[in-house]
Nanobody, 123 residues
Framework: VQLQASGGGLVQAGGSLRLSCAAS????????MAWFRQAPGKEREFVAV????????VYADSVKGRFTMSRDNAKNTVYLQMESLKPEDTAVYYC?????????????????WGQGTQVTVSS
């Protein structure tokens, strides 16, 4: 499956952004989908994951209550609505797809990755 992330940009602290990740090539609903991020000089970290049907999401503690992940299987797209953004949210955000049976925070489990979209939050 091919993944194309978009929606990043520059925003002031406290602002909002919505990221999108469009998938093509395989049956989208067969994949759990996740967002990860990587800040300069840091390791890639888990942000959120959503089940194949979209009935359950799991978030990193650092974004819980501020970020909302959703999916539209009819449009082969997942979204990450980010609210109350902080400078520490600055990173390249990646979407990823996993064929495994259970949603996971482990980036090694993901089969396909998008190219990343830059999010910069100014103070």
């Amino acid at each position: 499956v091919q993944l194309q992330a978009s929606g990043g940009g520059l925003v002031q602290a406290g602002g909002s952004l919505r990221l999108s990740c469009a998938a093509s090539g395989r049956t989208f609903s067969n994949y759990a989908m996740a967002w990860f991020r990587q800040a300069p000089g840091k390791e890639r970290e888990f942000v959120a994951v959503i089940t194949r049907s979209g009935d359950r999401t799991v978030y990193a503690d650092s974004v819980k209550g501020r970020f909302t992940m959703s999916r539209d299987n009819a449009k082969n797209t997942v979204y990450l609505q980010m609210e109350s953004l902080k400078p520490e949210d600055t990173a390249v955000y990646y979407c990823a797809a996993d064929l495994g049976p259970y949603p996971t925070r482990n980036d090694g489990s993901y089969d396909y990755w998008g190219q990343g979209t830059q999010v910069t939050v100014s103070s």
